[in-house]
């Protein structure tokens, strides 16, 4: 049971990365059909990114208030309507129309599916829960823009909306047969604008919070910042055709999904403070890596992209131990911290990939030094929490 259960809630966290990481391939021919710049084209990127992080601050809210399914069935049929809309777009605006009302519903699987984690579990095992559906989600952003670069050449850029419109459709059938309520009745909050306020006000006067949250975004900027360049790294700089994106992404999230499955089994062993201080100690080794091969070498495959791979295990080893400790602040309000957190971490994810990636995409060097950075000043953030009050 919890094997399914953890299948259907990665697959619901794969909703976002999908829609993300599919169409990554067919960005400079969708430019090319449109007639316009490479720069118009990625806020087809940028807009879904930030209708995605401001929705997540109510997708918690809701599914607290009105239940977890509910709240979930209806994000998943908008998202696929705009799917479907993004397949049919008869001009740039309208294609930006649809990524825009993809991006405000894609946010509900990830937002409440960590919430149903914090409903069922506690402590270690949720812990370990968290980690098994990184490690199963992982698989998205690796195969996804394998698929959107085949789909791409094959049937064309439409194609790859096509695709996550079946898939938004596969996951409202699976939901409705096999994810029941989590959340009973008498445990949901009150829908009152003025208390969902206070609640969030709640949330934010926990700098102990804000602090995690951060750390979690700003670490998860590193990936943003390869993602948001993902076109013209593999394309420019490794000068690599659309259908070999796999050179980017599969050690991207090869690393992901390792460093997810060493936090599972090592989440009832190792104390959340060492899991963090190690998945750091590797993130930081693996941006070093990257510059320092970046500025001796020309970059190619595989050593351009091997640093990354050492970065994002890092990265999963320590985020289900800092989700789990920032969520655990806020016992009765799971789903809104559950929303807060992802909305902080999907902010950072925008505005990386959307305003620090095109003054970084033209040189791998340049991508690596802003890698360095970003796990930098996570660190801080990170320490930073450890000595701020609850």
Not at 102 to 129: E, P, T
Not at 174 to 192: I, N, V
Not at 343 to 351: K, N, R
Request: some cysteine; charged content about 10%.
């Amino acid at each position: 049971m919890h094997r399914l259960l953890t299948v259907i809630l990665a697959c619901l966290g794969m909703v976002g990365a999908l829609a993300i990481d599919t169409y990554l391939p067919s960005i400079p021919t969708i430019g090319r059909e449109f007639e316009v710049s490479a720069i118009a084209v990625q806020q087809t990127l940028s807009l879904f990114l930030f209708a995605f992080a401001f929705m997540m601050l109510f997708y918690g809210t809701l599914s607290d208030s009105f239940g977890r399914r509910p709240v979930l069935l209806t994000a998943l049929t908008v998202y696929t309507l705009a799917s479907m809309g993004a397949a049919y777009s008869p001009s740039f605006g309208w294609l930006l129309a649809c990524r825009v009302l993809q991006g405000l519903a894609a946010g509900a699987g990830s937002v409440i599916g960590a919430a149903v984690v914090q409903d069922r579990f506690s402590g270690a095992q949720a812990q370990k829960m968290m980690a098994h559906i990184m490690m199963v989600f992982g698989v998205a952003p690796a195969v996804a823009p394998v698929i959107g670069g085949y789909l791409h050449v094959t049937f064309g850029w439409r194609a790859t909306f096509w695709f996550l419109c079946a898939f938004g459709l596969t996951m409202i059938l699976l939901c409705l047969k096999s994810l029941p309520e989590s959340l009973p009745c008498e445990k949901r909050q009150p829908f009152h604008p003025g208390v969902i306020a206070r609640n969030y006000l709640k949330v934010l006067s926990k700098p102990r919070f804000v602090f995690l949250a951060l750390t979690l975004g700003v670490a998860f900027g590193g990936v943003a910042l390869y993602i948001g360049s993902a076109a013209h790294f593999v394309m420019d700089i490794l000068h690599k055709p659309e259908t070999a994106f796999a050179w980017m992404f599969i050690p991207l999230i090869g690393g992901m999904v390792g460093g997810s499955a060493v936090a599972g089994k090592r989440a009832a062993h190792m104390s959340p403070v060492r899991m963090i201080g190690i998945g750091f100690a590797i993130m930081i080794v693996g941006s070093m890596a990257g510059v320092g091969y970046n500025a001796l070498f020309v970059a190619e495959v595989p050593w351009a992209v091997l640093p990354l791979g050492v970065y994002t295990f890092g990265l999963a080893m320590a985020m289900p131990a800092i989700q789990q400790q920032a969520l655990s602040l806020f016992p009765d309000n799971r789903g809104l911290a559950a929303s807060m957190q992802s909305f902080i971490q999907m902010m950072s994810f925008a505005l990386v990939s959307g305003l620090v990636a095109p003054l970084l995409f033209d040189s791998a060097l340049k991508l690596a030094a802003g890698l360095a950075a970003c796990v930098g000043l996570s660190f801080v953030c990170w320490r930073v929490s450890m000595h701020t009050k609850e």
